[in-house]
T-cell receptor
Framework: DQQVKQNSPSLSVQEGRISILNCDYTNSMFDYFLWYKKYPAEGPTFLISISSIKDKNEDGRFTVFLNKSAKHLSLHIVPSQPGDSAVYFC????????????FGKGTRLHILP | ETGVTQSPTHLIKTRGQQVTLRCSSQSGHNTVSWYQQALGQGPQFIFQYYREEENGRGNFPPRFSGLQFPNYSSELNVNALELDDSALYLC???????????????FGQGTRLTVV
């Protein structure tokens, strides 16, 4: 039972263009959503998060959008840079219970020159 | 640099053996969570320790056990290793309990365990 789903295993985007990574979730109890970036041989690195009381959070080139009614969130990276090539994990948790984070399977982003 | 360190970085064990993985949490963090990441999958929650007590467990058998020490560092122990236990084991530290806010967990670089 996959509570956090990333249906695109990989995505290729031209450098300078916008990268959009999508994520769906099934558990309506989730109240906090996170995106992590992972390079090979490293642990996941926190990128950006959003609380369920918001629908948008922006941090530099990264913006996360949350559509609670659709149980969908997306990460926008603009402009995309070569260093953005990595695996991106969408994750969620219920902060009023514990810090257990449920991860999706990840999307591998390739930024093309 | 997150300040979360894990040891060892790589390990090869034989089926049936026991293994202990270690994690030093980030300064100021009182909560440690352990995750298993199999190839091609996202990290899966094993369990969490808050102030030396287990505070939540995922769908893993009892042969996966852990400890948290007074300095909030932690160990993950796996008994009777199976081939399917081969994975990247990740430790994450965070600030939990009454001080919990909407803050992220910081991950270590992981321990790559291979069971042969």
């Amino acid at each position: 039972d996959q509570q956090v789903k990333q249906n695109s295993p990989s995505l290729s985007v031209q450098e300078g263009r916008i990268s959009i990574l999508n994520c769906d979730y099934t558990n309506s109890m989730f109240d906090y959503f996170l995106w992590y970036k992972k390079y090979p041989a490293e642990g996941p690195t926190f990128l950006i998060s959003i609380s369920s009381i918001k629908d948008k959070n922006e941090d530099g080139r990264f913006t996360v959008f949350l559509n609670k009614s659709a149980k969908h969130l997306s990460l926008h990276i603009v402009p995309s840079q070569p260093g953005d090539s990595a695996v991106y994990f969408c994750a969620a948790n219920t902060q009023n219970r514990d810090d257990k984070i449920i991860f999706g399977k990840g999307t591998r982003l390739h930024i093309l020159p | 640099e997150t300040g979360v360190t894990q040891s060892p970085t790589h390990l090869i064990k034989t089926r049936g053996q026991q293994v202990t993985l270690r994690c030093s949490s980030q300064s100021g963090h009182n909560t440690v969570s352990w995750y298993q990441q199999a190839l091609g999958q996202g990290p899966q929650f094993i369990f969490q320790y808050y102030r030396e007590e287990e505070n939540g467990r995922g769908n893993f058998p009892p042969r996966f056990s852990g400890l948290q020490f007074p300095n909030y560092s932690s160990e993950l122990n796996v008994n009777a290793l199976e081939l399917d236990d081969s994975a990247l084991y990740l430790c994450a530290s965070s600030l939990g309990g009454m001080h919990r806010t909407n803050t992220e967990a910081f991950f270590g670089q992981g321990t790559r365990l291979t069971v042969v």
